[in-house]
């Protein structure tokens, strides 16, 4: 079975500039959620999709984030404009029903600000 | 306001002796709990999930606890290896109908042959 599919794996930005990241969650996978891990910490949720539906969006820094899952497949998180603090690792994750089902993540993208 | 700890950030453990790690949480009601491994450069992996009406869940030579009285998890390694060298990330659900993770920070784990 192949896992969750994410792109790019690295990017370095300047300050203010945007970016996206790509997620491809495991086929028949209904959930899919953007976690934020900055260096030292554990992963930290930012939004979370129901097929194609937002189920909860209460962490997601509405003002430069934004999140979308057309079709109820692949996903894409932008940040624009971006900020230092923004810098950390953007993990997808996928699980077939809930969070009670495994969750399953990518590997994730590393975002460097500058 | 709602924490989870995880007992202190590395832990060094002789080859072959069994590891305990410690998730403690507080102002939390978890309708469950999950351990995740996560190695360098790469996303989480799941290993368990205990419910909160299960005392004790096992799998190969690990082994979760979960205490809602004492609101704490521990989750133990037998037979400890160089491989299994790792962090490991506490996560319970979030409640209140979402059912996203809230994650710990890790224990970062040492086996030393």
């Known amino acids: 079975e192949a896992g969750v599919a994410q792109s790019p794996r690295y990017k370095i930005i300047e300050k203010r500039q945007s970016v996206a990241f790509w997620c491809n969650p495991i086929s028949g996978h209904a959930t899919l959620y953007w976690y934020q891990q900055i260096l030292g910490q554990g992963p930290k949720l930012l939004i979370q999709f129901q097929n194609n539906g937002v189920v909860d969006d209460s962490q997601l820094p509405k003002d430069r984030f934004s999140a979308e899952r057309l079709k109820g497949v692949d996903s894409t998180l932008k940040i624009q404009p971006a900020k230092l603090e923004d810098s950390a690792v953007y993990l997808c994750?996928?699980?077939?029903?809930?969070?009670?089902?495994?969750?399953?993540f990518g590997q994730g993208t590393r975002l460097t600000v500058v | 306001s709602q924490k989870i700890e995880q007992n202190s950030e590395a832990l060094n453990i002789q080859e072959g002796k069994t590891a305990t790690l410690t998730c403690n949480y507080t102002n939390y009601s978890p309708a469950y709990l999950q351990w995740y491994r996560q190695d360098p450069g790469r996303g989480p992996v799941f290993l368990l999930l205990i419910r909160e009406n299960e005392k004790e869940k096992r799998k190969e030579r690990l082994k979760v606890t979960f205490d809602t009285t004492l609101k704490q998890s521990l989750f133990h390694i037998t037979a400890s290896q160089p491989a299994d060298s790792a962090t490991y990330l506490c996560a319970l659900d979030k409640g209140g109908g979402a059912d996203g993770l809230t994650f710990g920070k890790g224990t970062h784990l040492i086996i030393q042959p």
């Open positions: 994750a996928s699980t077939l029903r809930d969070s009670l089902s495994q969750a399953f």
